[in-house]
Structures are given as structure tokens and as C-alpha cells.
């Protein structure tokens, strides 16, 4: 049986980079706060703690990166759907202000997507200056202002009025936010309307869909952005050039081959498959391009 007085297997990484520099705390029953301290660059971060179980290494998914490019870490775990809302969260952050923690550092970066990217949007209000990174974000499932967004059936419970309730207004603070998004999707849309402020830069990641975030992972742009936003060296071009990588990417070829065809354009359909055949070995492209012309690749 195991000693109750025991941390859990699974957060025993993360103690032992705590015991070094750093920090690991319970917030209430639900949260806990990571820190690992390198030099005075800090990337902020929000995630499921079932997920971070499944990983081998059993620490947060951009703890490798932060530790290569010697950034401290501060990443926000949820046991659920939470949406990081809980007194337990907020008293965390009020603290970390009170203390002047965030403005110790010379540079802060929130990042987040989804459900992650409201509270990386709505925390960031304790941090004035940061720089924020939010992908497909939501504004708030406040049923008067999103009662059209239909996902998050659970979360719908939650109250999101109050403190650091709504995300847009939280990033006054923020320097920059940079706001990647699809804007064919169209919940995902319509919540970065919401967001519209003079600080905020809408970065369009067209036919990515709901897995917007999985395909830049996939694209292996994700950890670049948010580099350039730790080096102050994010803009809309920097973005228009990673974002090229699109080109050689299965998930958005698919995405836009699959779009020409329910659109009925055979002609797009047939310039896409060449475009794709052309560069990179794609048998679906091949075949297609086959049904379309007759031709063969």
C-alpha cells in the first residue's frame, strides 16, 4: 500500500527540479503550480495535468524547451475541465502581483490555446508588459456573450464573471498579443472577434480547423513562435514566413484538397494536386489527380 504522505509517482519530476530551483505547489484540490527557475526570461504556460501523466517524462510539454533555451518555467496544471477558474487560482496570481514576481523578469511570455489560451489571456493581466501567444483562444463561455459557441458542454457551468473572468479585457496590460487562429472555423472566429483591441494581431492559419495547435506541433513551428515571442521577435511577417511550412504539411494539404472538392472546383483540385505531387510524394494526391484527369504521376 502506498505512504499517503507520499507525493504521487507522477509528480515526482517535477519536485525533484523544484528541490533545485524552483517551486511545486497544490493550489486547492484541483491546480498545481510549477516552477522551474533558469535566467530572468519567463514563458507562462496552462495544461491538463491527465496529460502531462501520459507523457514518459511526466513534466509539462514545453519544459524542454524552456530548459534548452535557459527560460525560466511557470506552467498552471488543472486536474479536469476547470478552465483554470477556481479562488485557488486567483489567490495564486494576486499573490505572484502583490510580490512583484512577474516584474522581476526581463521578459514574460503567456502562451496557451483554447481553453489554455483564456487563461493565458486572462491571467496575463498580473504581468504588465507580457507578450502573449494565444492560439484558437476563447474569449469567455459566459452564456450572454458565447452562448453560440456549443462546445465545452461541461464547462458551460462555470462561472466566468468576476475576476479575471473576461479574457479580452485582462490583456490591457500586454504589449503584444499575437492571436493565431482559423478564421474559416467559425467559433474560433467569432471568439477572436471579441478579442479586437489596438494590442492584439489576428495571424491567420487558414483550414487548420479545430486542430490548429496540432498542426503547427506537426509543422514544427509551435516551439519557433514561441521563441521569436520570447526574443521579441514575433511579428505578422515572421509568421507569414514560418507559417510557409504549410506547404509540405499532410494534415492542411488534406484540409485544402478536401475543401476544393466540396466546393465543386475540380479545376483548384486539380492545381492542388499538382502543386502537391510536384514537390513531395503523396499518393492521395497522385490518385486524385488521376480521377481528375486521367493523367499519371
Known amino acids: 500500500m502506498s ?29 498545481y503550480a510549477f516552477f ?31 530548459k534548452a533555451r535557459g527560460w525560466s518555467l511557470l506552467t498552471i496544471l488543472a486536474e479536469g475541465e476547470t478552465w483554470w477558474r477556481d479562488p485557488a487560482v486567483f489567490r495564486y496570481f494576486d499573490q505572484l502581483a502583490d510580490d512583484g514576481f512577474l516584474e522581476d523578469f526581463d521578459r514574460v511570455v503567456f502562451y496557451g490555446a483554447g481553453p489554455a489560451g483564456y487563461a493565458a489571456a486572462a491571467y496575463s493581466i498580473t504581468a504588465p ?80 480547423g479545430e486542430g490548429t495547435e496540432d498542426t503547427l506541433r506537426e509543422m514544427k513551428v509551435l516551439d519557433r513562435i514561441i521563441e521569436a515571442a520570447m526574443e521579441g521577435k514575433m511579428s505578422a511577417d515572421r509568421f507569414s514566413w514560418l507559417w510557409r511550412a504549410r506547404r509540405s504539411n499532410g494534415s492542411y494539404l488534406r484540409a485544402i484538397l478536401a ?23 503523396a499518393p492521395r494526391f497522385a490518385r486524385r489527380l488521376a480521377e481528375l484527369t486521367g493523367e499519371t504521376v
Not at 46 to 62: I, S, V, Y
Open 3 to 31: 505512504d499517503p504522505s507520499e507525493p504521487p509517482d507522477w509528480q515526482r519530476p517535477m519536485l525533484e527540479i523544484a528541490e533545485g530551483d524552483g517551486d511545486f505547489l497544490p493550489l486547492g484540490e484541483r491546480h
Open 36 to 66: 522551474a527557475e533558469e535566467r530572468p526570461e519567463l514563458l507562462v504556460t496552462f495544461e491538463d495535468a491527465a496529460t502531462l501523466r501520459e507523457r514518459e517524462d511526466k513534466l509539462p510539454e514545453h519544459y524542454p524547451l524552456a
Open 129 to 208: 508588459q507580457a507578450e502573449l501567444v494565444l492560439i484558437a483562444p476563447r474569449a469567455t463561455l459566459d452564456p450572454s456573450l458565447a452562448g453560440w459557441d456549443e462546445r465545452h458542454r461541461i464547462a458551460r457551468r462555470i462561472n466566468f464573471r468576476g475576476r479575471y473572468g473576461y479574457a479580452p479585457d485582462m490583456t490591457e496590460s500586454a504589449s503584444r498579443v499575437w492571436l493565431i487562429h482559423d478564421p474559416l472555423h467559425q467559433p474560433d472566429a467569432m471568439h477572436a472577434a471579441l478579442f479586437q483591441r489596438p494590442w492584439v494581431t489576428p495571424l491567420h492559419a487558414r483550414y487548420t
Open 259 to 281: 475543401a476544393a472538392r466540396l466546393s465543386g472546383h475540380p479545376r483548384r483540385e486539380i492545381k492542388i494536386c499538382r502543386s502537391v505531387t510536384a514537390r513531395l510524394n
